[in-house]
């Protein structure tokens, strides 16, 4: 009995230690393609101020005024970096140009801007078992709304459920079924790290 109890401790042991080493270096479907802690800038492009935005934007500028990021002041930037242009980039060339979508900085196309703030994001996607972000098939965009003022506390996920958000790629969850899982009334993320897990199905705990 005293052996099958060691036994088993070594494995889990080893089990832990094998999915550090797959964190850690990166290897398998850990593998991350964004590797880099650089911020995106388009080259010679400067500061201009939310005020440029607004005059084009007018609908985006007043929904971000009621969203968390709204709330969010970069101080390492000198007063310059704030508002749109924190996540954006500097707007002079865009502004110049009156628009374009190779002159600005777009998150949806680059989730390195998330993980400019988003440190812990990106580890969590370089989990084992991971939605897709790091290989350029998802953007953060794609669950979360940054100008959203219909968003939950601290977060930028749409109050109208964290289960319709994930409803909108994994349809044949949503049911009806003929006996419910009643847990989805609490949230998928009850059960599943939408970011990163180290199991299987994203799921909190091994099943």
């Known amino acids: 009995m005293k052996n099958n109890h060691s036994s088993s401790r070594k494995i889990f042991l080893l089990s832990l230690l094998f999915s550090a080493v797959l964190i ?27 005020e440029s935005c607004v005059m084009c934007h007018e609908k985006e500028a007043k929904e ?32 110049d140009a009156s628009g374009g979508k190779d002159n600005i900085i777009n998150p949806r196309r680059d989730p390195q ?24 098939k998802m953007a953060c965009a794609d669950c979360h709304s940054s100008h959203g003022p219909d968003a939950r506390p601290w977060t930028t996920t749409s109050l109208d459920s964290v ?6 790629c994994h349809k044949e969850q949503r049911g009806p079924f003929v006996w ?25 705990a091994r099943d």
């Open 163 to 168: 289960n319709e958000t994930c409803f909108k």
């Open 113 to 136: 801007i998330c993980f400019t703030c988003h440190m812990d994001k990106k580890a969590e996607f370089r989990l084992p078992f991971h939605h897709p972000v790091l290989e350029g």
């Open 64 to 95: 971000f005024e009621l969203s968390t990021h709204s709330r969010v002041s970069n101080d390492k930037a000198e007063g310059e970096a704030q508002g749109c242009e924190m996540c954006h980039g500097p707007g002079s060339i865009h502004v």
């Open 180 to 204: 419910d899982h009643e847990v989805l009334r609490e949230g998928c993320t009850t059960c599943h790290k939408v970011h990163g897990s180290i199991n299987d199905k994203m799921l909190v």
């Open 24 to 50: 850690v270096s990166g290897h398998g479907r850990a593998q991350a393609v964004v590797e880099d802690n650089a911020p995106r800038m388009i080259k010679g492009a400067k500061y201009v101020g939310t």
